[in-house]
């Protein structure tokens, strides 16, 4: 199973830009990139999820490098609503076809007022 | 309703007791998953059921029964749990097992087992 590696906590100001990054260098060519969120006392929320081109929705922005051995998450302007645990994760194709999302540690994100 | 919704919140059980867990989705979709959130740790994947057949088993305890009746509920059934399996239960589901696509999970059932 392709692995992420995150920074365990990082902060930013509010209303400022915040980039989470994620390396992921055993990732396959036909692994796509998801971003889940949780925010304390919840369950993760989807935030975003990639190819290989840069994407970008409602909640954030994703940043794959050409190489697609790491990405980052972009929030462009930083709430306090925004601090939470942050997951990259690869879905991993299981045999009965059906994909895991294997959770890691993630990043803590505090938002400073 | 809408989304996934689990019963109940919180739940506070004995060794001995017998216990089920449910979730429902109001999403339409095909795929279902159980997550373990112990204090400290990572979500740890449990089950995945896919068009109501289960698909995935982690190593779960037999302690641990899901049941998947139709494709919107999903039960964890418990029964002699140990003080270990005090943990957040996830439910989550997503639309198409065969795709790498969104999961929505519900808000979770707090256990303690004492």
């Known amino acids: 199973d392709a692995k992420t590696t995150q920074p365990n906590s990082m902060e930013s100001n509010e209303e400022e830009p915040v980039h989470l990054p994620c390396n992921h260098s055993t990732i396959s060519g036909t692994d796509y990139i998801h971003w889940y969120r949780q925010l304390p006392s919840q369950g993760p929320e989807y935030v975003i999820h990639?190819?290989?081109s840069n994407v970008n929705n409602r909640m954030a922005s994703l940043a794959i490098a050409e190489d697609r051995k790491s990405s980052t998450l972009i929030l462009h302007r930083a709430t306090l609503r925004d601090a939470a645990v942050y997951y990259c994760i690869l879905p991993t194709q299981t045999t009965s076809g059906t994909y895991k999302y294997i959770f890691g540690t993630g990043t803590r994100l505090k938002v400073l007022a | 309703e809408t989304g996934v919704t689990q019963t109940p919140r919180h739940l506070v059980m004995g060794m001995t007791n017998k216990k089920s867990l449910k979730c429902e989705q109001h999403?339409?979709?095909?795929?279902m998953y159980w997550y373990k959130q112990s204090a400290k740790k990572p979500l740890e994947l449990m089950f995945v059921y896919s068009l109501e057949e289960r698909v995935e088993n982690n190593s779960v305890p037999s302690r641990f029964s899901p049941e998947c009746p139709n494709s919107s509920h999903l039960f964890l059934h418990l029964h002699t749990l140990q003080p270990e399996d005090s943990a957040l239960y996830l439910c989550a589901s997503s639309q198409v097992p065969g795709l790498a696509d969104e999961q929505f999970f519900g808000p979770g059932t707090r256990l303690t087992v004492l």
């Open positions: 999403l339409g979709h095909n795929a």
């Open positions: 990639g190819l290989t």
